[in-house]
């Protein structure tokens, strides 16, 4: 049952979240032949602000062994 969390700086409207939410719905179905009864998407939006502390540190730099595509950016550039 794959449950995808997508974070994401705020200001998207929902209109593009609906549809990333569809797409990803749909490339998890015909990747990893589930259906759509099986797949969750989520977003959660986090402040560049806080971006370093929620994300970065936790979710990239703590947990890189599980990454399967590293971010293209230095936090220090943004």
Same mark, same amino acid.
Do not use: C, N
């Given at each position: 049952?794959?449950? $995808?969390? !997508?974070?994401?700086?705020?200001? /998207? =409207? ?24 099986? $797949?969750? !998407?989520?977003?959660?939006?986090? /402040? =560049? ?30």
């Amino acid at each position: 049952m794959p449950h $995808v969390i !997508v974070k994401l700086w705020p200001g /998207k =409207s929902e209109q593009q979240k609906q549809e990333l939410a569809e797409r990803i719905t749909y490339d998890v179905m015909d990747v990893l032949h589930y259906g759509e009864e099986s $797949v969750s !998407v989520a977003f959660e939006e986090v /402040k =560049s602000s806080e971006w370093r502390e929620k994300v970065y540190q936790p979710d990239i730099v703590a947990k890189r062994e599980q990454l399967y595509k590293q971010p293209g950016y230095d936090m220090d550039d943004l």
